[in-house]
């Protein structure tokens, strides 16, 4: 079975602009997070949303904005960019009605802002 | 909100050997608890987990003990193999929480293990 999937897998953004990175959770898997990881460092929660509705959000600005759609894909986009931006973005999904546990990771997307 | 502490940052063992990470949590509503395996260039990999109503849990050469009391919790990796090389993450989480936690996973600093042949 296919695992999480992600794209695309490296971006290279100038300040300022806007992305949008997608997620393809786990077949049967109803919720969708994301996660920020700077090198070096763990991942760092973003959003979760649990059958097309955000259920959790970390600390993170407004610039950051997320969607799931109805097959349970998921975007999270980012406006205004910053070079604090720079990470590895990672989408996990879990078939355990969004309570945390069992999440699976995809690969990431690569984000660099210059 | 909840602080994970890991420790070791960097550990280096031989072949064959064992290899203990252990971490600590802040928030004693916490009751699930994750272990990530992280390769270069890749997600993390979910390798064990536990959740607060027991004490250890093993799979194969993974293990991972939990102490409710004293909030920390450890993986114990034994007959270490150069490709148990990796970046290992703990992580705790209060599984069913409400509000803005919902589906949280809070992570550790990480571990970098490197097994040599």
């Known amino acids: 079975d296919a695992g999480v999937t992600q794209s695309p897998t490296h971006l290279i953004k100038t300040r300022g602009q806007h992305v949008t990175l997608r997620c393809s959770p786990i077949?049967?898997?109803?919720?969708v997070s994301w996660y920020q990881q700077v090198l070096g460092q763990g991942p760092q929660f973003i959003f979760q949303?649990?059958?097309?509705?955000?259920?959790g959000r970390g600390n993170f600005p407004d610039r950051f904005s997320a969607r799931q759609f109805p097959n349970y894909s998921s975007e999270l986009n980012v406006n205004a960019l910053l070079l604090g931006d720079s990470a590895l973005y990672l989408c996990?999904?879990?078939?355990?009605?969004?309570?945390?546990?069992?999440?699976?990771f995809g690969p990431g997307t690569r984000l660099t802002v210059t | 909100g909840e602080n994970v502490e890991q420790h070791p940052s960097t550990l280096s063992v031989q072949e064959g050997d064992s290899a203990v990470i252990k971490c600590t949590y802040s928030?004693?509503?916490?009751?699930?608890f994750p272990w990530y395996k992280q390769e270069l260039g890749k997600g993390p990999q979910l390798i064990i987990d536990?959740?607060?109503?027991?004490g250890e849990k093993k799979d194969q050469r993974i293990a991972v003990t939990l102490n409710k009391t004293a909030k920390h919790f450890s993986l114990h990796i034994t007959e270490t193999q150069p490709e148990d090389s990796a970046v290992y993450f703990c992580?705790?989480?209060?599984?069913?929480?409400?509000?803005?936690?919902?589906?949280?996973?809070?992570f550790g600093q990480g571990t970098i293990l490197t097994v040599h042949p």
């Open positions: 996990a999904s879990s078939g355990r009605s969004g309570t945390g546990r069992e999440q699976y």
């Open positions: 077949s049967g898997h109803k919720s």
């Open positions: 949303y649990y059958e097309k509705e955000e259920r």
């Open positions: 928030d004693s509503a916490s009751n699930y």
């Open positions: 536990i959740r607060s109503n027991v």
């Open positions: 992580a705790a989480t209060q599984a069913n929480a409400g509000g803005t936690s919902y589906g949280k996973l809070t």
